[in-house]
């Protein structure tokens, strides 16, 4: 019995070996997928600050055209103007449901009826039946009338 204890320890200690080694490459993994994920984030962060300064020069461009010809007050009034419509125009195209393409619930068959076998590629096993009874709590006695 020495002996069995003996190695019943050699494997737990494996066990947990094994399981320390998989947490540490899990563990670097992900913080290399972070690392360029943050990198990208940063990028995106960038480009929509310049992004936005252009547009501010855009919209100073477009006053100070205007003002060649309109007093500043009616230059920037306009500007704002044709600003604000840019911005709903945008929103419109944005909000879900606008346009051609209308997104489907998950999981949802269209056009038919539910397949006959699980989506797992087990061939022709068809789904199990559906219980009759409501589960029993496996805690609580059983009493029959």
Do not use: C, F, N
Not at 27 to 42: F, G, I, P, S, Y
Not at 53 to 62: C, D, F, K, S, T
Not at 64 to 88: D, N, Q
Not at 130 to 140: G, H, I
């Amino acid at each position: 019995m020495d002996r069995m204890d003996h190695l019943e320890h050699l494997d737990k200690h494996l066990v947990e070996e094994l399981a320390q080694v998989a947490r540490e490459t899990v563990r670097d993994e992900l913080r290399e997928q972070t690392r360029k994920q943050r990198r990208t984030a940063m990028l995106y962060a960038a480009s929509g600050a310049a992004a936005l300064y252009a547009g501010g020069a855009v919209a100073l461009a477009v006053g100070l055209a205007l003002a060649s010809g309109l007093p500043g007050w009616a230059a920037a009034l306009i500007t704002a103007a044709l600003l604000a419509v840019v911005a709903y125009v945008l929103r419109g195209v944005a909000r879900p449901g606008h346009g051609g393409h209308t997104p489907h619930a998950p999981h949802r068959v269209i056009g038919g009826s539910a397949p006959g076998a699980p989506p797992g590629g087990l061939g022709g096993m068809p789904y199990p039946p559906a219980p009759t009874q409501p589960p029993t709590d496996p805690d609580t006695p059983h009493h029959r009338a």
